[in-house]
């Protein structure tokens, strides 16, 4: 077994007897910690020096003056069952069971102006990519490969943010997702240097089982990367009208889908996204990015449209605008952005997008309405005059 010794364990002595104890991020991790008898105490001792299997095993040999092939033999099964020991406590990991990457034809995408590579074989590649691909990948760019694990340890590292979905942790500078409910794709890892996203499945899981899982990760590494790059996601429904894309955002249940459904029936409008915008400003100009990430809508373009404004809808018995100060116009906006603010950093950088965005020049409007044709007319009338 090629074997590493992981970070954050330590042996130390209690009352006579030796044990490997976890320390740090694995307390958090919730690991535990193996008693050793003198033959494990030998071993460990050889074990932080070096990491070389033969070495090891020849050093065992020589400490037991094992020389014949029965003693050797039931040296190595004992020295492999320890090995194995610390492997079941993830306190060594199997470097033989690393990753094991799907080769495929490399598919270049461009979306909003930046690169994917998606280095896997196309049947597990989501449909909706195939409406971006490029000849050439653009100056900015990161790849993506699929990996397969075998047996998946837990991940390691800070955590950023923990959800009932996933776990995010940071780890010597690149970003892990462990995925707690999904089926085949156990987890995501970005490497920040050289930009590649690392999708690990566990076992070898066929195109079907894993094609929407593999979708949503990638989303996951590129909206982390878009954010470097001044590209900011938007919960939102789009649509597109006198030559801009105007976006309709609430939180669940506020009736987005309804109201951008009212507009489509009365006036000669269309679909960008039913569910998530890309934002960015540019020379001044605040602009919507088409993307395939879209919900459950299904609905999205590979378009790019000046952004109009955006409406910030909640359920009323009447169609009106609420008054919103100038400072809840940026706040509004950066609450409903699902880009990663998983630190002070990052809810630094989705305040100033969308300061820039008003900076731009668009319109922020909050509007409780009803389900009825005239919050569509109410509203397109606001638009039209603020628009004129």
Request: glycine share 8%; charged share 25%.
């Amino acid at each position: 077994m090629n074997f590493k010794l992981e970070n954050n364990f330590a042996a130390e002595i209690i009352e006579g007897e030796t044990y490997i104890l976890p320390y740090g991020q694995n307390i958090a991790m919730q690991r535990k910690g193996v008693k050793l008898n003198p033959t494990g105490e030998y071993l460990w001792s050889l074990m932080e020096k070096t990491d070389d299997y033969s070495e090891i095993l020849h050093s065992f040999y020589h400490y037991y003056e094992a020389s014949g092939e029965k003693e050797k033999r039931q040296l190595k099964e004992d020295f492999d069952d320890f090995l194995n020991t610390l492997k079941a406590h993830r306190i060594i990991r199997d470097l033989d069971e690393e990753a094991m990457e799907f080769k495929g034809e490399e598919v270049k995408l461009e979306i909003a102006g930046l690169g994917i590579s998606l280095r896997m074989p196309k049947e597990y590649i989501h449909p909706s990519f195939f409406d971006f691909t490029c000849s050439e990948l653009p100056k900015h760019n990161i790849s993506v490969c699929l990996e397969s694990f075998t047996n998946r340890g837990m991940s390691d590292g800070e955590v950023l943010i923990r959800t009932d979905e996933m776990i995010i942790l940071e780890k010597e500078g690149n970003l892990i997702f462990d995925y707690k409910i999904n089926k085949v794709v156990k987890e995501l890892v970005y490497e920040i240097s050289p930009k590649v996203a690392h999708i690990r499945l566990l076992g070898n899981a066929k195109p079907k089982e894993a094609m929407e899982e593999i979708f949503f990760a990638i989303r996951n590494a590129f909206l982390y990367y878009g954010a470097k790059h001044h590209r900011f996601a938007i919960h939102s429904a789009s649509l597109i009208y006198k030559e801009k894309a105007w976006l309709f955002s609430g939180h669940s249940g506020a009736g987005k889908s309804t109201h951008t459904a009212l507009w489509k029936k009365l006036y000669e409008v269309e679909d960008l996204n039913g569910d998530l915008n890309l934002v960015g400003v540019e020379n001044d100009t605040a602009f919507v990015y088409g993307i395939p990430w879209c919900g459950t809508s299904g609905i999205y373009k590979n378009e790019t449209h000046p952004l109009g404004g955006i409406v910030f809808l909640s359920q009323g018995k009447e169609d009106k605008l609420l008054e919103l100060s100038k400072s809840e116009k940026p706040l509004y906006i950066m609450q409903r952005m699902i880009s990663p603010a998983w630190t002070k950093k990052g809810l630094e950088n989705n305040l100033d997008m969308a300061k820039h965005l008003i900076g731009a020049g668009i319109g922020v409007w909050s509007l409780s309405c009803t389900k009825e044709n005239s919050a569509a007319e109410f509203m397109k009338k606001e638009i039209d005059q603020w628009n004129s």
